[in-house]
Nanobody, 115 residues
Framework: QVRLVESGGGLVQAGGSLRLSCLAS????????MGWYRQAPGKQRELVAW???????NYANSVKGRFTISRDNAKNTVYLQMNSLKPEDTAVYYC?????????WGQGTQVTVSS
């Protein structure tokens, strides 16, 4: 079992920055991939970025060049640095951890970007 707790969301003006954090606890040594997803009102949840245990990364086209995912294994924490934020980035952001085929989710943190 893995528990994920996100923090760092909030209200920011367009062009601003936020850093999200996700603290993992429990069987963290089994985690293969960690990622960030987001869900805007009326839309499906979508992948934002993921990072593997070997620190390979992948990003959605919409955030490439603006967002950076990283992890600190010693702190069991994954981060999402979000720069040049746009109103369309407004969503609830969820942390995800994969252990083999099992997916774990955090409770989500709201990010609101005002124009």
């Amino acid at each position: 079992q893995v528990r994920l707790v996100e923090s760092g969301g909030g209200l920011v003006q367009a062009g601003g920055s936020l850093r999200l954090s996700c603290l993992a606890s429990g069987s963290t040594f089994n985690i293969n991939v960690m990622g960030w997803y987001r869900q805007a009102p009326g839309k499906q949840r979508e992948l934002v970025a993921w990072i593997s245990s070997g620190e390979s990364t992948n990003y959605a086209n919409s955030v490439k060049g603006r967002f950076t995912i990283s992890r600190d294994n010693a702190k069991n924490t994954v981060y999402l640095q979000m720069n040049s934020l746009k109103p369309e980035d407004t969503a609830v952001y969820y942390c995800n951890a994969m252990i083999r085929a099992t997916s774990y989710w955090g409770q989500g943190t709201q990010v609101t970007v005002s124009s």
